[in-house]
């Protein structure tokens, strides 16, 4: 049953059961993460904040194929060209995602389908990440179209998985197994499917029986240990902003929509296909 106390969400059901919150997301045809789930998440993130029941905030997904699938890239393309200085302070998305980073709660993904694009950096920005063995499926697929991972994931990735697997899941646009994503570093552990959900449910409700001020100080302790992530997400902001106003950026987007992205189709394909789909036009 969903929580009363978390009322008017339409494509997030949301309950809390001792200390926990499970947020599952609930937008179909593909959780596409477009301005209402953005909305509804940035919502929950600063209810969360003041609510002192919860110590732990655990997101999954109702559709087992799909967590989310990336942002909607049809609202990137109505961001303006010009390319304004960079700024001093973050971007919507990226106080969006950083306040799960920040925030004294615990934050946890149990993922089953695809994280990919915005989806992909919104995991990335959780405290944790646990996959399903054969069903879990992570991308950074912005490259080819012309665009970088402009919501955290040239932040987080280089400090998760190290530069060179950082630059190959940037660069590559390809997608990653669940087992490949533990052996990077990109989740905490890849688990066989029947066993993640109980593995996570036990993992959050200890961790939710723990003395609050003691996990939000503990938390805070690690966070200080990563040293410049703000100014990192500002020219990470700047660079995707540059690259907004490129013709050829333009033309690999509207391709990409025009071919049949974000339809639950293509989207259920292997991401190795989209370079090739994209190839630029002689």
Known sequence: ?????????????????????????????????????????????????????????????????????????????????NVPARGEEPSFFHAMVDRFRTMSKVSIAKIEGRARGGGSEFVLSLDMRFAALGKAVFAQPEVALGIIPGGSGTQRLPRLCGRGRALEIVLGCQDFSAEIAERYGYVNRALPADELDGFVKKLAFSIASFPAQAIALAKACVNSAEVGVIDGLLDEAHAFNQTLPVPETKRRMAEFLAKGGQTRQMESADLGMLAELLAEKK
């Open 1 to 81: 049953m969903e929580d009363r106390t978390y009322e008017g969400y339409e494509c997030l059901r949301i309950r809390v059961d001792r200390g926990v919150c499970f947020a599952t997301i609930d937008h179909p045809p593909i959780n596409l993460l477009d301005l209402p789930l953005m909305q509804e998440i940035d919502r929950l993130g600063r209810e969360l904040e003041g609510d002192d029941r919860v110590r732990v905030v655990v997101f999954d997904s109702a559709d087992p194929e799909f967590f989310i699938a990336h942002a909607d890239v049809s609202l990137i393309q109505q961001l303006p060209d």
